[in-house]
C-alpha cells in the first residue's frame, strides 16, 4: 500500500501538530485529562483485509478520468490528517486511518487495482479549488452536499449522513439546546455548513470561526466561546476521549456527506457512484463504519443514504 502525504499550507500548523502528538493523540486535546488513545484510529480490522474484499472496476471508459488515474498509478485524494475516525494521521505508523481514509483507499484500488493513494490536505475553503484546478481527483473529507456547493462541483453519494450537534466544555450549564445559543458567541468551522445553521437557530448569535476541526476545539477549551457547532461525526471522538468537552443532545440537522469530484464530469460521477452501490451491497460498507466510527457509536451499522437522495447529487 503506497501513502503520499502533501500538506498544503493552509493548514501546516494543524498537521505538525498532530504528527508531535504519541500514537493517535487527538491534536485538539492537549488536556492532561484527555485520554492519550484516539477512538476509533483504524478500528480492529485490518486496513489490509478491507482492501483485500474490495472490487476492482471491470473496465474503464478509454480517455475518462478515470483510466487517467489508472495509467498515474495514484489516486490523488483531496483529505484531512486530523479528523479523528475519518481521517486521522496516525503519527506511529504515518498511515492515515479512519472512515474517509478507508473509503479512498478503496476506491483507490477500484480504479487501479492497488489502494494507491495521495493525500492533499485540505482545508474546507480549499477543496473546490482543488478539484477545479486538477490538484486532486476527488475529496474525502465530510464534504456536506449543497446545492450552493453542487455549483461548483460534483457529488457523488451522498455515501454517509451525519447532522450539527452542539459540544461545550462540561461545566456549561445554560445551552442544551439550538435555541440556547441566543446571544452566545458560538465557535464554526470556517465554510461550513454550520454557519448558516447557527444564524437560522440564533440569529443574534456572535459567529466566530477558524479553519480547522482542532482549532475549533482547542478555541472552545480556552473559552474564546461558550459553543461550538459541527457534525457528529467529527465530535464523538473529541467528546469520548476529553472529559472536559461535552456534546449537547442530538443532531439538530442532517447533513449527507457527497465525494466530492470535478464539476461537469458526469463519466466520473456514475463510476464512483456505481462504487459505492457495490460496496453497500457486498456488506464492505458497513465493515468500513464498524471499523471507524462504529468503534465508538454503539449497536449495528446504519443504513447508508440512498445515492441521488439529496438536494446536489442528483
Same mark, same amino acid.
Given at each position: 500500500m503506497i501513502m503520499t502525504l502533501v500538506p498544503t499550507g493552509? /493548514?501546516? $500548523? @494543524?498537521? #505538525?501538530?498532530? @504528527?508531535?502528538?504519541?500514537?493517535?493523540?487527538? #491534536?485538539?486535546?492537549?488536556? =492532561? =485529562? %484527555?485520554?492519550?488513545?484516539?477512538?476509533? #484510529?483504524?478500528?480492529?480490522?485490518? %486496513? !489490509? !483485509?478491507?482492501?483485500?474484499?474490495?472490487?476492482? %472496476?471491470?473496465?474503464?471508459?478509454?480517455?475518462?478520468?478515470?483510466?487517467?488515474?489508472? +495509467? /498515474?498509478?495514484?489516486?490523488?485524494?483531496?483529505?484531512?490528517?486530523? #479528523?479523528?475516525?475519518?481521517?486521522? +494521521?496516525?503519527?506511529?505508523?504515518?498511515?492515515?486511518?479512519?472512515? !474517509?481514509?478507508?473509503?479512498?483507499?478503496?476506491? $483507490?484500488?477500484?480504479?487501479?487495482? *492497488?489502494?494507491?493513494?495521495k493525500i492533499v490536505n485540505s482545508a474546507s475553503e480549499t477543496r473546490e479549488a482543488l478539484l477545479a484546478n486538477g490538484t486532486v481527483d476527488v475529496v474525502f473529507q465530510t464534504y456536506?452536499?449543497?446545492?450552493? /456547493? @453542487?455549483?461548483?462541483? @460534483?457529488?457523488?453519494?451522498?455515501?454517509?449522513?451525519?447532522?450539527?450537534?452542539?459540544?461545550? *466544555?462540561k461545566d456549561e450549564t445554560g445551552i442544551k439546546a439550538p435555541a440556547d445559543l441566543k446571544g452566545k458567541t458560538v465557535i464554526a468551522g470556517a465554510n461550513t455548513p454550520a454557519i448558516p445553521a447557527i444564524k437560522q437557530a440564533a440569529p443574534?448569535?456572535?459567529?466566530?470561526?477558524?479553519?480547522? =476541526?482542532?482549532?475549533?476545539? +482547542?478555541?472552545?477549551? +480556552?473559552? /474564546?466561546?461558550?459553543?461550538?457547532?459541527?457534525?457528529? $461525526?467529527?465530535?464523538l471522538a473529541t467528546a469520548k476521549q476529553d472529559p472536559t468537552v461535552q456534546i449537547q443532545g442530538k443532531p439538530f440537522t442532517s447533513d449527507p456527506y457527497g465525494i466530492g469530484l470535478k464539476h461537469g464530469d458526469a463519466q466520473m460521477k456514475a463510476f464512483v457512484n456505481d462504487w459505492l452501490k457495490q460496496i453497500q451491497a457486498s456488506g464492505l460498507w458497513a465493515k468500513v463504519w464498524k471499523n471507524s466510527i462504529g468503534t465508538v457509536v454503539q449497536g449495528e451499522a446504519p443504513q447508508p443514504p440512498a445515492i441521488g437522495s439529496a438536494p446536489g447529487s442528483e
Open positions: 493552509v /493548514r501546516r $500548523a @494543524a498537521v #505538525a501538530a498532530v @504528527a508531535a502528538l504519541a500514537l493517535t493523540g487527538l #491534536a485538539a486535546c492537549s488536556s =492532561d =485529562d %484527555a485520554d492519550p488513545a484516539v477512538p476509533g #484510529a483504524g478500528g480492529t480490522a485490518p %486496513a !489490509d !483485509d478491507l482492501v483485500a474484499a474490495a472490487p476492482v %472496476a471491470a473496465s474503464l471508459i478509454p480517455g475518462s478520468t478515470m483510466e487517467k488515474i489508472k +495509467q /498515474r498509478g495514484q489516486l490523488i485524494v483531496g483529505g484531512s490528517l486530523d #479528523a479523528p475516525l475519518l481521517s486521522q +494521521q496516525n503519527p506511529a505508523t504515518k498511515k492515515v486511518e479512519g472512515l !474517509d481514509a478507508d473509503f479512498g483507499r478503496l476506491l $483507490a484500488k477500484y480504479i487501479i487495482g *492497488k489502494p494507491n493513494v456536506s452536499i449543497t446545492p450552493e /456547493r @453542487a455549483k461548483q462541483v @460534483a457529488f457523488a453519494g451522498p455515501y454517509y449522513s451525519s447532522g450539527l450537534v452542539i459540544a461545550t *466544555k443574534d448569535a456572535k459567529i466566530v470561526t477558524f479553519g480547522t =476541526d482542532p482549532e475549533c476545539v +482547542q478555541a472552545l477549551k +480556552q473559552g /474564546r466561546g461558550q459553543a461550538y457547532v459541527q457534525d457528529e $461525526a467529527l465530535l
